[in-house]
């Protein structure tokens, strides 16, 4: 078993974090192996990302605007990437070249390049390229000495947002959209509560995000609002991901993490047990 974020991307915010290693340390105390992991260096999350927004808004995002009704309004973060993949071609490179090497953001730079309509052949392109990251992903698992029975990760890098907040943090969704692209099962089980006291930032989040070398507009769309003050009691969660056609699998080790974290209580505080999961019910 084991755990892992998008490295140098959009890391978890502190609540987010703590939820996981909560989570991890709950499994170790509960007699199971953790891990960290490596993911394959060529099928990376970032490249999957890249690879996957292309891939949803191949259309120009004709089809979930197809959806809404006259005069409706669009969600914040649809309404940018709308705008963006219909920027005419040569005014989309004049933005790529302004983000890559005025604002030095290569991450922002480098999904924004090619987030345009594409053709049928280009689409068949990036089709085939989505399967060689599943086919890099799958021989990763089963490669020896990592036959892991599932990953543990962040649903997202923050707890619920305000609202319209995705107009900023629409691009930070990589940790359920790698395992859509790569089509892995996946399930999300509650963990905790945003609490003021312990998640509170360290710094201004831009000093945090450089601290940890992801300082991009991908993660600071999302971090700018994080505020563990005012998101004090909203539910955090973690994911439970196991491969293709393992639902079965996946809803067996959620029942394990369940378990394991209704008998864990941290051993500096006494905190924890089976308060975690009911409050969230009750």
Not at 180 to 192: E, K, Q
């Amino acid at each position: 078993m084991l755990h892992t974020y998008i490295p140098g991307v959009v890391p978890p915010t502190p609540a987010i974090q703590r939820a996981v290693s909560t989570t991890a340390a709950a499994l170790k105390a509960a007699g199971h192996s953790v891990t960290e992991i490596s993911p394959p260096a060529n099928a990376d999350p970032f490249t999957c990302l890249d690879l996957a927004s292309q891939l949803l808004n191949s259309d120009g995002c004709v089809t979930f605007n197809s959806h809404r009704h006259t005069c409706e309004p669009s969600d914040p973060g649809a309404d940018q990437l709308t705008r963006i993949a219909n920027l005419p071609r040569f005014v989309r490179y004049l933005y790529y070249l302004y983000i890559r090497y005025i604002r030095r953001d290569v991450k922002w730079a480098t999904l924004i390049r090619n987030f345009s309509p594409k053709s049928a052949a280009e689409n068949w392109k990036l089709v085939a390229r989505r399967e060689s990251a599943r086919a890099a992903w799958h021989n990763w698992w089963d490669a020896e000495g990592q036959r892991y029975d599932f990953i543990l990760s962040p649903v997202n890098a923050t707890p619920a947002l305000p609202h319209k907040a995705m107009r900023d943090a629409v691009s930070s969704c990589g940790y359920t959209f790698l395992w859509n692209m790569l089509d892995y099962s996946a399930g999300v089980i509650p963990v905790s509560h945003v609490d003021p006291g312990k998640d509170s930032l360290s710094a201004p989040y831009k000093t945090v995000l450089k601290q940890l070398g992801s300082d991009n507009a991908i993660a600071r769309g999302a971090w700018m609002h994080y505020d563990a003050a005012k998101m004090a009691g909203l539910p955090t969660a973690v994911q439970i991901i196991g491969r293709r056609w393992q639902e079965e699998k996946v809803l067996g080790c959620m029942e394990v993490v369940e378990k394991a974290l209704e008998q864990y209580k941290d051993p500096k505080t006494g905190e924890g047990g089976k308060y975690q999961l009911m409050d969230l019910i009750d």
